[in-house]
């Protein structure tokens, strides 16, 4: 089945820096990935996703790239703010699995 | 859009009790929804995928006759938690799914506490 890693599982920045988490998967057949924002005591919210047949995608702050030939992808988040603070998730869609697998989450501290 | 509730937020009940959670998906119509658990500090875990009108799968190792779920309509599901022990605490999501290719769209949640 599909596995994903991520890195870091801890990542502080200072306010206005950017921020860059990486995640690799292990099924070719993956076709969809989603980053998702945890706050605490709350559910993922999304915040971007890529699918396979793009290699980059941007929604103001926050990009996303993706590497098929070495299957990874990252999170690139800029000019960091104080609520940018979180857990990030990545995760990866197999067809084939019909299901998310997830990475197991980087806490991002934007300090002000 | 893509709004998913889930009810309630917290709940608090006996050992050996039993106790459910609604996941409502409010904007939209979803032939798929998924249950998960998260522990402190880790990610999500995956325990049951429902489509509407069938029989939902579960993950190896998560207790069919323990975690019922039902997926009557295409905006309701529900995950009853039965005869609930302390190991049970956790706090547990929903997601919601229009079709087989889009977005899970998440729950915010909900905090279970078994005294």
């Known amino acids: 089945g599909e596995n994903v890693e991520q890195h870091p599982s801890t990542l502080s920045v200072q306010e206005g820096d950017s921020a860059v988490i990486k995640c690799t998967y292990s099924d070719s057949a993956s076709n969809y990935f989603p980053w998702y924002k945890q706050e605490l005591g709350k559910g993922p919210q999304l915040i971007i996703d890529i699918r396979s047949n793009v290699g980059e995608k941007k929604d103001q702050r926050i990009a996303v790239t993706l590497n098929k030939t070495a299957k990874h992808f990252s999170l690139h988040i800029t000019e960091t703010q104080p609520e940018d603070s979180a857990v990030y998730f990545c995760a990866a869609h197999s067809g084939s699995a019909r299901q998310l697998t997830f990475g197991s989450g980087t806490q991002l501290t934007v300090l002000p | 859009g893509a709004v998913v509730s889930q009810h309630p937020s917290r709940v608090i009940c006996k050992s050996g009790t039993s106790v459910k959670i609604e996941c409502r998906s409010l904007d939209f119509q979803a032939t798929t929804m998924f249950w998960y658990r998260q522990f402190p500090k880790q990610s999500l875990m995956l325990m049951a995928t429902s489509n509407e009108g069938s029989k939902a799968t579960y993950e190896q190792g998560v207790e069919k006759d323990k975690f019922l779920i039902n997926h009557a309509s295409l905006t309701l599901s529900t995950l009853t938690v039965t005869s609930a022990h302390p190991e049970d605490s956790s706090f547990y999501i929903c997601?919601?799914?229009?079709?087989?290719?889009?977005?899970?769209?998440f729950g915010p949640g909900t905090r279970l506490t078994v005294l």
């Open positions: 997601s919601a799914q229009k079709t087989d290719r889009d977005t899970q769209y």
